[in-house]
């Protein structure tokens, strides 16, 4: 069964980066996309870009450019999304969320990491 | 980018009673890529309906949508205690991808 299993709860200092992991397993890694998608406390859903394992290719909200890499590990069928130049706004819970095509629903998704940034 | 504006925000809603959450686009959006998601608290989000009308895997019968252009709707034919959740609509047409803002679902 298709399964996201994402690395556990982050608390790190303003102005570092952070770097969440999403493993997969039970598809076919390479040929879906994968998404990540950001919740801040209360709030709703916003959609960070996603990324194509099978050849690297990534595509990211403008909101985002800057602040979020997204990459992947072929050989452990992992995601990664790394954070930079965190502040107190980056406080939120991430998710990872495959889909077929870029535009497709959302099918699967990961549990979520909580992501506190505080001094 | 597009905008989703979800309507209502909150529904409170009997056992058994129909319920229907709009979603209106700023922008005409093709309906393949119109879903709906369910979220219960401290959970995940579930992707309920995909594609404007198609129900996901496992998703029971009273979950439908509709729509097309700018114009969606979602359904719940007869509503059951475990659908209290908050509902979202998302668009996968253009980037940036959004969702709307939610409707959340609690029962009288």
């Known amino acids: 069964q298709v399964q996201l299993q994402q690395s556990g709860t982050e608390l790190v200092k303003p102005a570092s980066s952070v770097k969440i992991s999403c493993k997969a397993s039970g598809y076919t890694f390479t040929s879906n996309y994968m998404h990540w998608i950001r919740q801040q406390p209360g709030n709703g859903l916003e959609w960070i870009g996603w990324i194509y394992p099978g050849n690297g290719n990534t595509k990211y909200n403008q909101k985002f450019d800057g602040k979020a890499t997204l990459t992947a590990d072929k050989s452990s069928s992992t995601a990664y999304m790394q954070l930079s130049s965190l502040t107190s706004e980056d406080s939120a819970v991430y998710f990872c969320?495959?889909?077929?095509?870029?535009?497709?629903?959302?099918?699967?998704w990961g549990q979520g990491v909580m992501v506190t940034v505080s001094s | 980018a597009i905008v989703l504006n979800q309507s209502p925000s909150s529904i409170i809603a009997s056992q058994g009673e129909k319920v229907t959450i709009t979603c209106r686009a700023s922008s005409s959006i093709s309906s393949n890529y119109l879903h709906w998601y369910q979220q219960k608290p401290g959970a995940f989000p579930k992707l309920v309906i995909y594609?404007?009308?198609y129900r996901a895997s496992g998703v029971p019968s009273r979950f439908s949508g509709s729509g097309s252009g700018t114009s969606y709707s979602f359904t719940i034919s007869r509503v059951e205690a475990e659908d209290v959740a908050t509902y979202y609509c998302q668009q996968g047409s253009s980037n940036p991808y959004t969702f709307g803002a939610g409707t959340k679902l609690e029962l009288k």
């Open positions: 969320a495959r889909s077929r095509y870029p535009g497709s629903g959302f099918d699967y």
């Open positions: 594609s404007t009308s």
